[in-house]
C-alpha cells in the first residue's frame, strides 16, 4: 500500500482506491482531479464530511462514471464510498 500527503497535482499516478478525508469545500472543488486518479472500476472514499452537509457532497459527485456503493455515518461524521464505473 502507497499513501501520499501532499496536493492531488503532485501525484502521477492512478490508483485501485483514492481517499479524501478532507473539507466539503475540498471535495467538491478537486472532483475532477480525484475521478482522474482512480482507475477503472476503482474506489473512491470520500470522508470527514458533516453529516449536515452529506447532501452537499452526493449532489457534487453524482456522474454516469460513479456508482455509490455505501454510506457510512458515526457520530455526525459520513464517509462516501464509490465506484468508478467508467473511464
Do not use: H, M
Amino acid at each position: 500500500i502507497d499513501a501520499y500527503c501532499g496536493t492531488i497535482d503532485s501525484v502521477v499516478e492512478n490508483f485501485n482506491i483514492v481517499v479524501a478525508n478532507i473539507s466539503v469545500e475540498t471535495l467538491i472543488s478537486i472532483k475532477n482531479e480525484i475521478l482522474k486518479k482512480v482507475e477503472k472500476n476503482g474506489f473512491i472514499i470520500l470522508s470527514g464530511i458533516p453529516e449536515s452537509r452529506k447532501n452537499e457532497v452526493l449532489e457534487n459527485y453524482i456522474s454516469e462514471k460513479l456508482k455509490l456503493i455505501s454510506t457510512k455515518t458515526e457520530n455526525n461524521w459520513v464517509a462516501l464510498l464509490y465506484q468508478f464505473t467508467k473511464r
